[in-house]
């Protein structure tokens, strides 16, 4: 007697591969932000959210669309002072980026730049109100000027002026794309 057979059915691994080749969809970043005096403070420094949800009178989340750029400062205190002093310089993923996680950043974040304690925060700080007071937007700066500047907070040099020429070379290096 001859066994039936079976019609062939696609193999796990195939179907999982065919899946894969999709780009994934677009998902919007959500920053958690968070007041309590004294205690916790995690604000925008900059950027231009899509819009905000308030969670409650001490949360709430900031939504950024694909490529946006902003800044998050997070600064924790206790009893006897300043706990944490932290700055990250973050970019909205697009569908084909690699990302990092981020505690706080749904679904993750390409970290430009990341300062942690209060001399880097305020080098950094500083470096972004130069930036404003030559009248660019700290949101449209280079992605790679950030990552130079988290460089050079690593290797302990001085942090480059980012000028009004650096970004005429930035928007005309954009333009070619």
Request: with cysteine.
């Amino acid at each position: 007697m001859m066994a039936a057979t079976r019609p062939a059915q696609p193999l796990p691994h195939a179907q999982a591969s065919a899946h894969a080749a999709l780009p994934p969809a677009s998902q919007p970043m959500r920053v958690s932000l968070a007041f309590v005096a004294q205690r916790v403070n995690v604000y925008l420094r900059f950027g231009r959210p899509a819009r905000e949800i308030a969670m409650d009178r001490w949360r709430r989340v900031a939504v950024f669309m694909p490529g946006a750029i902003c800044c998050r400062i997070k600064w924790l205190g206790n009893d006897f002072g300043t706990a944490l002093w932290q700055l990250m310089v973050l970019q909205a993923p697009t569908p084909l980026d690699g990302m990092q996680r981020v505690s706080g950043v749904t679904p993750g974040a390409r970290i430009l730049l990341r300062a942690d304690g209060e001399p880097r925060v305020k080098a950094v700080l500083a470096a972004v109100d130069a930036i404003e007071a030559a009248g660019l937007d700290p949101c449209a700066v280079a992605p790679v000027y950030w990552r130079m500047i988290g460089n050079r907070l690593a290797a302990r040099l001085p942090l480059p002026a980012y000028t009004p020429e650096r970004h005429a070379a930035h928007l005309a290096r954009e333009a070619l794309r």
